[in-house]
């Protein structure tokens, strides 16, 4: 019989349907693995994102500027200066001033000719003697220390041996003023009414082997929390101090904190940059106990740790707002602030910031309202951070990138099908731009989807109005332009203006299995 050859198939592309549904993206966003690898609620990247509300993604809130410019140098510390019975201050310190906002109007100066220098610190304490006997430390390594009352009156501390130490690291604990200076931490007189002359540098201090300062953060169980670039150590001290018989424990010798302002309080933790990323002390201690290897929390953001400007990395600085950790620090060779790190500790996981540029965080009370506020990292400016939509006025870049989809089959190819996507109506004319990128690719543009509705209400809106959390979007695209592929990544953007919410829900992938032709011989 001669050879005849005929072509053999899989039964009928009906058969060979594909199908996944991607809601939940709290898994955050993680470059440690490849694509392909990532777990079902993970990211490649999630670039002004809020994934605060599990099954749903928020393009990130925005940033408004309070008050005027005030100056042309960098912001290099903001605190907010609690006063007991009256209106709280928010201080900042540029260039050779500081200046103090109380949460109307513009920005006021209290002091003019500070040296101009890189870093500053504001530590608030108590003073013995004023009524109310809130003050503030200022701080900036190279002055002496200055003293601020509620009422703008200034004080220079010295620097002799009864006055505090210059340095960024002070905290008021046990009714004490403590500044760490290198392996040295110094501690105040109980309380004082002049803090000119409340130390004993020479004999009330304690020596800790934890290197260049970096963080005090006071705790219920550990006492005092000692950071430096090299250790990190706890100290609980008697009421009376004694440097004698209170010993400082070790926590960590084999790495320290790398960044003045890093250190925060997250809840029942603290967290802090180290060598090798954001870390949990209480992980820390718990890894230590355990024996088995430390990670960092951060260590998902592999990409993002690589990116970092080492050179300026002491500029770094975090706070904890909104159940949400915020940590600014340089990237990419710049010489300030330029990208925010978001952790989000009830799912463990992160997303990034692009478009803020941040001296310090702070938090600040306005009308009852606990709000997060950021220096500008490079002109006199503060901004309200975490609100509105834009920044200041400045478009924000949504990006999502989804992981390798293969679909439970990552040696079959795939063809065709489409992609469905579930968004909010945002009430204005604003796109989401929807593409593709098969096999490690180039992304490719599918279409835009357009989120005014023609039932929901187009703001501005005549009031009242009822806004009705049933006005979705569903819109398909087609890939059957495509190429065969084994994974599709799928990416979603938006640039827009926008002044009302960007939500998306989540989107359904439908493909099919490419229809195998073997040759077989009669």
């Not at 209290?110 to 890189?118: E, I, L, M, Q």
């Not at 701080?139 to 220079?156: I, Y």
């Not at 926590?251 to 954001?278: F, H, N």
């Not at 063809?415 to 989401?432: H, L, M, N, S």
Request: net charge negative.
């Amino acid at each position: 019989m001669s050879n005849l050859n005929y072509i053999s198939s899989l039964p009928s592309t009906d058969d060979k349907r594909l199908q996944i549904i991607r809601r939940d993206i709290t898994g955050g966003q993680n470059t440690r693995k490849q694509a392909t690898h990532l777990e079902e609620n993970e990211l490649a990247l999630l670039q002004n994102v809020d994934i605060g509300i599990s099954g749903e993604r928020l393009k990130r809130k925005g940033a408004l500027q309070v008050g005027i410019t005030f100056g042309t140098k960098a912001c290099v510390s903001l605190d907010n200066f609690v006063v007991d019975g009256e209106i709280d201050q928010l201080l900042v310190v540029d260039g050779t001033y500081l200046r103090k906002w109380a949460g109307s109007s513009n920005f006021s100066n209290v002091k003019t000719d500070f040296t101009d220098t890189t870093y500053a610190s504001m530590t608030h304490f108590k003073e013995s003697g004023l009524s109310p006997d809130d003050v503030m430390l200022i701080q900036n390594e190279t002055d002496n220390a200055f003293r601020v009352d509620s009422d703008g009156n200034m004080q220079d501390l010295g620097d002799t041996n009864t006055s505090p130490p210059k340095t960024l690291v002070n905290v008021w604990f046990n009714n004490r003023m403590w500044g760490l200076k290198d392996d040295l931490l110094y501690f105040s007189d109980a309380y004082a009414a002049d803090y000119s002359g409340a130390f004993d540098r020479t004999t009330n201090a304690f020596r800790i082997p934890v290197g260049e300062e970096r963080g005090l953060i006071p705790t219920r169980d550990l006492g005092l929390i000692i950071f430096g670039q090299n250790a990190v150590w706890a100290l609980s001290p008697s009421l009376v101090p004694d440097p004698t018989t209170d010993k400082p424990q070790p926590i960590d010798i084999s790495r320290g904190c790398v960044a003045y302002k890093t250190v925060a309080q997250v809840g029942e933790d603290i967290m802090y940059l180290s060598q090798d990323g954001v870390r949990s002390l209480r992980r820390t201690i718990q890894d230590k106990l355990q024996g088995g290897a430390s990670f960092p929390i951060s260590y998902n953001l592999k990409d993002e740790y690589e990116n970092i400007s080492w050179n300026y990395i002491k500029k770094a600085t975090a706070i904890y707002y909104d159940n949400k950790l915020f940590i600014a620090l340089p990237v990419k060779s710049a010489k300030y602030n330029n990208r925010v790190w978001v952790y989000y500790p009830a799912y463990g996981t992160w997303t990034v910031i692009t478009g803020w540029n941040v001296g310090d965080f702070a938090k600040y009370i306005v009308n009852g309202e606990e709000r997060l506020y950021y220096a500008d990292a490079v002109t006199g400016k503060v901004y309200q951070a975490w609100t509105n939509y834009t920044d200041n006025g400045t478009a924000i870049e949504y990006i999502e990138e989804g992981r390798g989809e293969d679909f439970g089959l990552p040696l079959h190819k795939k063809v065709g099908g489409e992609i469905e996507i579930e968004v909010a109506a945002a009430g204005g004319d604003y796109d989401i731009t929807v593409e593709a990128a098969i096999d490690g690719s180039e992304y490719q543009e599918l279409g835009t989807i357009n989120l005014t509705s023609d039932t929901a209400p187009t703001l501005p809106v005549d009031l009242p109005f009822k806004l009705s959390e049933n006005y979705m979007i569903v819109e398909k695209f087609h890939l059957d332009n495509l190429e065969a592929f084994r994974t599709i990544s799928f990416r979603l953007s938006n640039d827009s203006a926008n002044t009302t919410e960007i939500k998306v829900y989540g989107h359904n992938v439908v493909t099919y299995l490419e229809e195998y032709e073997g040759e077989k011989k009669l």
